[in-house]
């Protein structure tokens, strides 16, 4: 035997158990062309969190797309569970109906488009899809994007790509694209009330929306009746508010044009309503000041339960004033009631000793009959 | 309407001692703790089984339940009388609200605890009524209009109750009429509202508890007598021994003995009295 034998014995040895350790230890095949993504993988990011649908995409997520317009704060996070191995790449597509996994019907037929396309990276990668990209449907974006109302149920296809080579692919139907809103109310009247605006408005039967889930209201001060300004007509009602065959004008406020969020001043939630108030303080979704003798115009538009916020409904007037209620004037003749149900007056001291002593009959006397009632209960039982 | 005020000057007698007013209350809040707690110690001897009592007297074999107590619905015109602690220097509420009532309704269950014999029941009641008065609020530019904003109250009174009822007129000599009398303290809870929450005035808000007494007389009808194979068989099934219809005139003072809301009225009141 050769000296050096027992040597080159012992190396081919650990040699072939390392390649066996390497070969138990790293990646199979299957697991190279694999792909997940669980719901904790998949994040909506905004600004403002939402809670109803949160993985939908209404017309505000599209609007405040952070790809378009950045630090607007509206994207897709997605980190998938995927291994793998050489040089992948992770494609995102997006249809209505279409399987993209096909690459016949993803390639040619043009109802599946394309939304991220990256290389695959290791796991705990975070990639970015943006809403403008998902609602353009493959389409050209530009500033009307956002503003087609579409409902749609989309599927998202994660697919691992060697080349043109399908790997593996996984689905994700939570995501829906909703930028439809519910129609303005065709009439609106609006009141002054003290530091308030008391509205009424009308829906027609045929406009109102399944989803429906509200009304929001928004007003800008400096508002001024106009006479024969087509599409802007609120209806009058009492003192202080536009009156019938008068419109109202208003900077910041456009009739059938979409708010602008800084001029809300108020909200319901419920689409069954036709009233609302707007106030300050007291209203908490509202960022206008309210103040007796200022000019108002206002606006309502319809909400729905995926955030979407509708297009503006004519526009009125209404000038807040001072108003004498109940209690304002019960008080100014010199009333001494009120101040809450803490502050309760019992009277003088004697007359509410007389009120317990009342209190303290009825107790002995229902403890007396309770007493009694006991004590026939057992003497009948000794009887039987 | 003023019975139960004792801090009227007519009330009071010449050789009387005198006191501050409102303090004529207590003795008659004293005087009716008196009455509950000589009951406390009437004997319980009287106490008769009325069904035991109604087999005999009408001498059939048909079931009819024990009667414990009564439940009441009821309801009626009711305006508070807030105007009367101006002495006529001021009507806010008429100001606000106008001349008109509003319909009260109410519900109220007693405790016949104690039944006299050859005379009626006697036992406390609690009572719970609300009613509410809305109206648009006065322009201040122009008090002669009336605004879009909402100024409404609402008023809830709790009552405790001393019900006497003479059944003896329908019970033993068939008159289908049952007078009744009811005296107690009343605790109304009470709330001005302006469209946006309760009102508020310099930091005061709006709402309230006045304290007062109550008193009410008023005749239950019998309804048995029209159908009383139908009030049998409704005792047999429910547990209800007899229904009347009811009509009664309630007389309230409720301002805390004069320091709160007088949030009482004289009125009538109608309505259903059940007994089980």
């Not at chain 1, 001029?263 to 319901?268: E, F, K, L």
């Not at chain 2, 201040?140 to 009822?165: C, I």
Request: hydrophobic content about 40%.
């Amino acid at each position: 035997m050769h000296p050096k034998a027992p040597t080159q014995l012992k190396r081919h040895a650990l040699g072939a158990f390392a390649l066996g350790v390497v070969m138990t230890l790293g990646p199979s095949p299957a697991d190279a062309q694999s792909i997940k993504v669980e719901a904790t993988q998949f994040r909506f990011i905004r600004e403002e969190p939402r809670s109803d649908y949160p993985f939908w995409i209404n017309r505000e997520d599209c609007v405040k797309d952070d790809k378009r317009d950045p630090g607007a704060g509206t994207y897709i996070e997605v980190q998938p569970n995927l291994s793998p191995v050489g040089n992948y790449s992770l494609q995102v597509w997006v249809a209505r109906g279409a399987d993209c996994t096909d690459q016949e019907i993803r390639l040619t037929q043009g109802s599946c488009w394309k939304v991220l396309d990256e290389i695959a990276k290791i796991n705990n990668t975070i990639y970015k899809i943006y809403p403008q990209d998902i609602v353009a449907a493959g389409d050209e974006i530009n500033d009307q994007t956002c503003d087609k109302q579409v409902e749609w149920s989309t599927t998202l296809f994660f697919l691992l790509l060697d080349g043109d080579t399908l790997l593996a692919s996984t689905k994700w139907t939570e995501t829906q694209v909703d930028t439809k809103a519910p129609p303005p109310p065709s009439t609106l009247t609006a009141s002054g009330g003290d530091n308030a605006i008391f509205l009424n408005w009308t829906v027609t039967t045929e406009d109102q929306a399944i989803d429906a889930q509200g009304f929001a209201y928004y007003c800008s001060g400096g508002g001024m009746e106009v006479t024969g300004v087509a599409g802007a007509s609120g209806e009058g009602g009492m003192g202080g508010q536009t009156q019938a065959g008068v419109s109202c004008v208003a900077g910041g406020l456009e009739p059938g044009a979409y708010p602008d969020e800084a001029t809300r001043c108020g909200s319901t939630g419920s689409p069954s309503s036709r009233s609302g108030v707007v106030a300050s303080p007291g209203v908490a979704d509202s960022r206008v000041v309210i103040e007796n003798g200022v000019t108002y115009g206002v606006g309502v538009a319809a909400t729905d339960r995926v955030g979407n916020v509708g297009t503006l409904s004519p526009l009125t007037c209404a000038m807040p004033e001072p108003v004498i209620g109940f209690f304002e004037h019960y008080k100014a003749s010199g009333g001494r009631a009120g101040g809450g149900f803490c502050g309760m007056s019992l009277g003088p001291t004697g007359s509410r000793s007389g009120l317990w002593a009342v209190a303290l009959g009825l107790g002995i006397f229902g403890l007396r009959r309770w007493g009694a009632s006991r004590r026939d209960a057992r003497a009948r039982g000794r009887t039987a | 309407m003023n019975a139960f005020r004792g801090d009227r000057p007519s009330t009071k007698t010449a050789g009387s001692r005198k006191r501050p007013a409102g303090r004529a209350m207590p003795a008659v809040t004293s005087a009716l703790a008196g009455v509950v707690t000589l009951l406390t110690l009437a004997p319980a001897a009287y106490a008769v089984d009325t069904a035991l009592q109604d087999n005999r007297s009408e001498g059939r074999a048909a079931y009819r339940s024990k009667q414990h107590g009564a439940m009441e619905i009821r309801f009626g015109p009711y305006r508070p009388d807030i105007d009367e602690e101006f002495g006529g220097t001021a009507t806010p509420f008429q100001d606000i609200y106008g001349t008109g009532e509003t319909v009260m309704f109410g519900l109220e269950g007693d405790w016949q605890a104690l039944r006299i014999p050859h005379f009626g029941t006697f036992g406390p009641g609690v009572q719970a009524s609300f009613a509410t008065f809305s109206q648009y609020a006065l322009l201040e530019s122009d008090p002669s209009q009336r605004s879009a904003q909402p100024t409404n109250m609402w008023f809830l009174p709790l009552s405790a109750l001393a019900v006497l009822r003479v059944d003896v007129l329908y019970r033993e000599l068939k008159v289908p009429l049952v007078p009744y009398i009811k005296f107690g303290a009343t605790m109304t809870l009470w709330e001005a509202t302006d469209g946006l929450g309760v009102s508020v005035v310099d930091e005061v808000a709006g709402q309230g508890i006045s304290t007062g007494l109550t008193g009410a007389a008023g005749l239950m009808i019998a309804l048995n007598p029209i159908a009383p194979q139908a009030a049998l068989d409704m005792d047999n099934t429910t547990g209800v021994n007899s229904a009347y219809l009811f009509g009664e005139w309630m007389v309230s003072r409720v301002s805390s003995f004069e320091q709160g809301l007088e949030t009482g009225d004289s009125t009538w009141q109608v309505g259903v009295t059940l007994e089980f």
